[in-house]
């Protein structure tokens, strides 16, 4: 245990430092194999309530302890709060990594405090008010008043609440997935969409690298869904790659661009893995212009960049960097891609615009903007199975309601 947590401390430590990342922490930092899974669960979880944990350590503390230590600290919190670790192996291995690492001085005090946490019952604020929910729900202040603002108290409650992991795969064309699965004694349940499963406790094999399925969230197969199918596909912004494979079954040829080299070898490794021979990965900055793209796909995936409040539960560190003023700069990002990639359409050629975010702005708002100044398009009505929120201009996946998706999309057509 005692590795475990200096695993945890290593990788935290660079979240909470240098801003890094979870999952660029996680595969830069050296970690015994066998700690990994519980590595990658405690990090995961520390981060993703961490609120609530610096409500805790403002209970038991008088003042907020040096970064170092709180990071300890939350560590042992977590562990105990919501992993229900027996305290005496928390506090213990806690305390004499703290030794180990030079913190001697503060081991009593690590032992007193989490001693204390055992002994205590700290309420959580039972409130609806923003401040309450924020510590209950170890959200964002920022996020609830958007969420309320946008969806109702009522709505925001469920999507705060909604606390499920969910495993998708998908499998190759041809591949029969649920004879497959039932074959390999995997525990699945079918969703709306074809041979795409929702699974659990799937050991991966050989099988993924060979082409015969893919992980694949079951908001991005809801996405690939609306399309029509055609001659040519533009995916402006598509690493890792999942939806330019799903869709190069829709389409004789894909460009799939990215606005950085390495994620287009991602893109690349995709397609080979899953041995799709039409698509074509390039280097493109997709809020750049492109004279040679104008007029000239049948269809276009606008996938933007966004806030990924959607998506809070896989990257919990979007709880800690992103900010209410930064969600307007995405915004301008967001209209501006738009704008491009809508150039990029024939006539009477189809663009979807989504996003893994559950903000307005970013959404429905974009969309608003965008019709009303470019005339010569019109959002068109499109439905889906997965169960969803009908906006103004589009679909919107909720956590709770979409079987854990939090995305949204909306299509539009060239007049």
Same mark, same amino acid.
Request: charged share 25%.
């Given at each position: ?32 194999p066998l700690n990994k899974a519980r590595v990658t669960k405690i990090c995961y979880g520390v981060l993703d309530k961490d609120i609530t944990l610096e409500y805790f350590l403002s209970k038991l503390c008088s003042k907020s302890p040096k970064l ?32 180990k690492m030079g913190k001697g001085g503060v081991s009593g005090f690590i032992n007193a405090v989490l001693r204390n946490f055992t002994r205590t019952q700290i309420e959580l604020p039972s409130g609806n008010d923003v401040l309450s929910l924020s ?78 399925? @893919?992980?694949?969230? %079951? ?9 029509? +199918? !055609?001659?040519?596909?533009?995916? $402006? &912004? ?42 074509t990965a390039m280097v493109k900055d997709s809020t750049i212009f492109n004279l040679e793209f104008e007029n000239s796909f049948d269809g276009v995936l606008c996938d933007v960049p966004c806030s990924g409040t959607g998506v809070m539960k896989d ?17 301008? @990002?967001?209209?501006? %891609? ?9 006539? +009477? !050629?189809?663009?979807?615009?989504? $996003? &893994? ?59």
């Amino acid at each position: 245990m005692l590795v475990t947590y200096y695993d945890c401390y290593n990788v935290l430590s660079k979240v909470y430092s240098d801003k890094t990342y979870i999952k660029q922490a996680l595969s830069s930092t050296q970690v015994e194999p066998l700690n990994k899974a519980r590595v990658t669960k405690i990090c995961y979880g520390v981060l993703d309530k961490d609120i609530t944990l610096e409500y805790f350590l403002s209970k038991l503390c008088s003042k907020s302890p040096k970064l170092a230590i709180k990071t300890l600290l939350k560590i042992g919190l977590y562990s105990i709060n919501y992993l229900k670790t027996p305290p005496h192996v928390v506090t213990d291995n806690l305390v004499s990594l703290a030794k180990k690492m030079g913190k001697g001085g503060v081991s009593g005090f690590i032992n007193a405090v989490l001693r204390n946490f055992t002994r205590t019952q700290i309420e959580l604020p039972s409130g609806n008010d923003v401040l309450s929910l924020s510590i209950r729900y170890s959200c964002p202040d920022f996020i609830i008043k958007r969420l309320i603002d946008s969806y109702g108290l009522e709505v925001a409650l469920d999507f705060l609440s909604y606390d499920e992991d969910k495993t998708y795969i998908r499998f190759n064309t041809g591949i029969d997935g649920a004879k497959y699965l039932a074959e390999n004694n995997v525990e699945f349940a079918k969703t709306p969409f074809d041979n795409s499963f929702e699974v659990k406790h799937f050991p991966l094999n050989d099988d993924f690298y060979s082409g015969l399925y @893919t992980f694949q969230s %079951i908001g991005s197969v809801a996405i690939c869904s609306v399309f029509s +199918g !055609g001659n040519s596909l533009l995916d $402006t &912004c598509s690493a890792p790659g999942g939806k330019a494979v799903f869709l190069s079954d829709k389409y004789k040829s894909v460009t799939a661009c990215d606005i950085h080299e390495h994620r287009v070898e991602l893109i690349k490794s995709y397609a080979n893995r899953m041995n799709k021979q039409n698509i074509t990965a390039m280097v493109k900055d997709s809020t750049i212009f492109n004279l040679e793209f104008e007029n000239s796909f049948d269809g276009v995936l606008c996938d933007v960049p966004c806030s990924g409040t959607g998506v809070m539960k896989d990257n919990p560190d979007i709880k800690l960097n992103r900010t209410d003023n930064a969600i307007s700069e995405i915004v301008k @990002t967001q209209l501006k %891609i738009l704008e491009n990639s809508a150039r990029y359409l024939k006539k +009477g !050629g189809e663009l979807v615009y989504s $996003t &893994c975010s559950v903000m307005r702005e970013e959404n429905d708002g974009v969309i608003e903007k965008f019709i009303a100044n470019n005339s010569g398009f019109e959002v068109v009505d499109c439905n889906s199975n997965l169960p969803h929120l009908k906006t103004k201009f589009g679909l919107q996946f909720l956590p709770y309601l979409s079987l854990g998706a939090g995305f949204y999309l909306s299509k539009i057509k060239r007049k």
